[in-house]
């Protein structure tokens, strides 16, 4: 099957090129050409199956007319290994867990998925380097080092606004060493991202060095982010509860893991509605309500993975729903909390329910209260373990958030960085230091 950029139908590539280009070459996003539904039989047995079984049905109905059958199910069943569970919370809402992997975020998913067909692709042109660069806000840089720590002939850059990540996500990608170079940079998330795009345009870098995105921009990365949609749905099954009506709610921030499960339902999976909840950087909110994207300058809050005035994704959404506004109002609805908001809802739900969210998760669990109706079931997406954020959860529900031995051993490392400001050319000339 072939990709093609939001910017251009016509501007076209193999699997394979887009996992390695990450960008279009005329800054499109990629998109799978066509969308194929999964057959009735698949949803009649999808309680009965594993969350393996599943995400090998999805990924080889997406990729398998470009890789093997059974490397590719290696590739799916190494990185779907930890338990996804769906837990009840209250009368009809659901805590989807994506917290039980390597990195106990989301991300471990599609940055595990990347990695290994990243190093699938290039174990055929051995030699060569490839160089991932990824900009991160907290979790993407674990998720992705961790991922690609010790893949032979990938090399990743990760780059971090200084001083806004937090301690734990800060030492889950400055120590481990061997494969992985952190780079500490003055400036915000946005700058971050600003010059890992403008080092894919540039000519010069391109010609010394392979270079691609881990960001949720990669179709590695975002597609398989789907599997655990499907698998939701299959533990809601199993459960015996209504399927007419379900509601995901998506703490949002650059809106790859919404617009895989919109994918999701484009592919048949029968889900009702999203909610896009949003912290303060609001913009696509205010898209919903206006018609307008407005980009802005990303605001700090204590949701801070999700802190993006322009969410790369967007594009994706406006090309799946043809750029109509009033069919993804359809589909999608939104809400934008307060840092002040978002801490009442986790301290309530502790003390009230004996469920301890995080940051970010709270933001979702929050727009299931005020918007779900009582006819749909709910599931909100908990996007990393609240010890992750354990200076700021503490904080909020006054009591100590025990940290599990695979964060402490992070801990443990040693922080080694590289300092830089966000100037382009410094960025630049760094690179080709390294070429
Ligand atoms: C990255 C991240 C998000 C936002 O996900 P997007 O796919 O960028 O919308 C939400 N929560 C956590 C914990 C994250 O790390």
Redesign the pocket.
Known sequence: MEYYSTNDVNVKATLKEAVVRGLAPDRGLFMPERLTSLPQAFFNNIANMSLQEISFVIANTLFGDDIDSEVLKDIVYDTMNFEIPLVYINENRYSLEL?HGPTL???DVGARFMARLLGHFNSKNSGTTVNVLVAT????GS?VANGFLGVPGVRVFVLYPQGKVSKIQEAQFTTLGQNITAIEVNGTFDDCQALVKNAFMDSDLNAAMKLTSAN?INVAR?LP?MFYYFYAYAQLAKRGQDLNNIVFS???????????GLIGKAMGLPIKRFIAANNRNDIFFKYLQTGKYEPKASISTI?N??D?GD?S?FVRILDLYKHSHSSICADISGCTYTDEQISETLATTYSKEGYLL?P??AVAYRALLENLKSDETGIF?E??HPA?FKDTVERIISDNVVIPARLEAFMKGKKESVKMPATFSIFKNYLLSKA
């Open positions: 917290f975020a989301f991300k806000s907290g979790d993407t998720a949720s975002f982010q998506v703490p949002s921030g650059n809106f790859g893991n919404i617009c895989a949701a993975a999700m993006v969410p994704n995080d970010h998760g997406i996007t990393a992750k």
